[in-house]
Structures are given as structure tokens and as C-alpha cells.
């Protein structure tokens, strides 16, 4: 199975990808700097591109020899505005229509929706959110497109609060919304539920929420 990774360089994509590796799989990360991917050893199954994610033909050849595509993307910054999510994701889109890849894995967050009822207190309602608001923006933009796209088989997971903690793999899932009392994830555990999902069906065309 080979992986085409967005987002490698980010946090939460260096887990996926380490992870991804270590179940050897054959993955292609796109970097800016390939640099920047110093971190991981380059194997046979490892691949870099070097390229930007808002031009498509930087990265299309490579992409459509891939199965399954994963995006981790997000901003370096919290406060200024980002397309990265929606504009990003649209570029992304476009590229597996080209190659005619079916399978994307994607994430955003559980905070940023104000239904949740786990993400409804002061703290979040007037301190966090108005923070991240242009994040959160773009968060929902990407959802909204998303919810209209029906030739991809599009999976978005909506992560809590994102640690650097051990992997515990006690991790609950919930549509749409986290998971009673859930707080917080390692990024290793989410690594492990994304890695879950590239031959699950269970959430095609849903918005998955995991927390402990």
C-alpha cells in the first residue's frame, strides 16, 4: 500500500509518518525542505517531494502512483489568517481527481465546533475560540467542502486536544462530536486511529472524534 503524505514536516505528521514506516508502508511525504525530514531514515519505502501543497503539478506525478492520500496540514501560526485547510485541501482534491485516487484521510479539530457540548464551557466559547479564530474559519470552510464532495471517499478526523504524550491505545471515537468527558490525544495515539483508517470503511464520508 503506498501512502502519499501532506503535512509530514508538522508535528502530528512526523508521528503518522514514523508510524507509517514502522507497519512498512511505502509512503511519499511532500516538504518545502526536504529537510526538514531529516528526522525520519530514508529507506526503499520512504520518498521525498519537494514541492508546495497549493501547486498541484509540483507533486502530481508522484501522487498518482500513490493509493491512499493523508493530510496533516495546518498553519505555522495560530493568529494570522490561512487558507491552509480549505485552499490547501481544494489543491489536494484536485490532484487525486487527476489521478483518480479515491482514499483521503484528513484532519481538524473536535474544539472548533461549537455544538460539541464537551467544547461548549467559558474557557473555550470566549478565550480559545476567539484565539483561533481564523484557524477555526478554515476549519469549517474545508468541512463544508467536504460534506459536498462525493467522488472522493473522504474520512476527517476531528482530534481533541493534541499531546506529546505516550501511546496509550484506550483512545474512544464518537461521530462528529468527542467522545463524553474526552479532553486530549497523543499524537501518537491519533497517528495510530489515521493508520486505522486507510482500509477501514467505518467512517467513509464521516467526521470521526477521538479523545480518551
Known amino acids: 500500500m503506498k501512502i502519499f503524505l501532506f503535512g509530514s514536516t508538522g508535528g502530528t505528521g512526523k508521528e503518522i509518518l514514523l508510524s507509517l514506516l514502522e507497519d512498512n508502508f ?3 511525504a511532500l516538504a518545502r525542505d526536504p529537510s526538514a525530514l531529516a528526522f525520519a531514515d530514508i529507506s526503499s519505502n520512504f520518498h521525498i517531494v519537494k514541492g508546495n501543497v497549493y501547486d498541484p503539478e509540483s507533486y502530481q506525478e508522484e501522487l498518482g502512483n500513490c493509493d491512499v492520500v493523508i ?7 495560530s493568529r494570522s489568517k490561512t487558507e491552509i485547510y480549505s485552499k490547501g485541501g481544494q489543491a489536494i482534491l484536485s490532484a487525486m481527481r487527476k489521478a483518480k485516487i479515491k482514499r483521503l484521510i484528513t484532519l481538524t479539530a473536535a474544539a472548533f465546533d461549537p455544538n460539541d457540548p464537551n467544547y461548549n464551557n467559558f474557557l473555550l466559547r470566549f478565550i480559545v475560540r476567539p484565539l483561533l479564530k481564523n484557524i477555526y474559519v478554515d476549519m469549517q470552510k474545508w468541512e463544508d467542502i ?9 474520512t476527517c478526523i476531528r482530534p481533541s486536544r493534541l499531546t506529546n504524550g505516550s501511546e496509550k491505545g484506550n483512545y474512544r471515537i464518537q461521530q462528529n462530536y468527542c467522545p463524553n468527558g474526552g479532553r486530549k490525544i497523543s499524537r501518537k495515539d491519533l497517528a495510530n486511529f489515521v493508520i486505522s483508517q486507510i482500509h477501514s470503511t467505518d467512517f467513509i464520508h ?4 477521538i479523545a480518551y
Not at 493530510?71 to 501560526?77: A, F, I, N, V
Not at 464521516?206 to 472524534?209: G, I
Open 26 to 28: 511505502q509512503v511519499t
Open 71 to 77: 493530510s496533516t496540514l495546518g498553519p505555522r501560526t
Open 146 to 154: 467536504l460534506e459536498h464532495t462525493t467522488d472522493i471517499s473522504w
Open 206 to 209: 464521516k467526521k470521526p472524534a
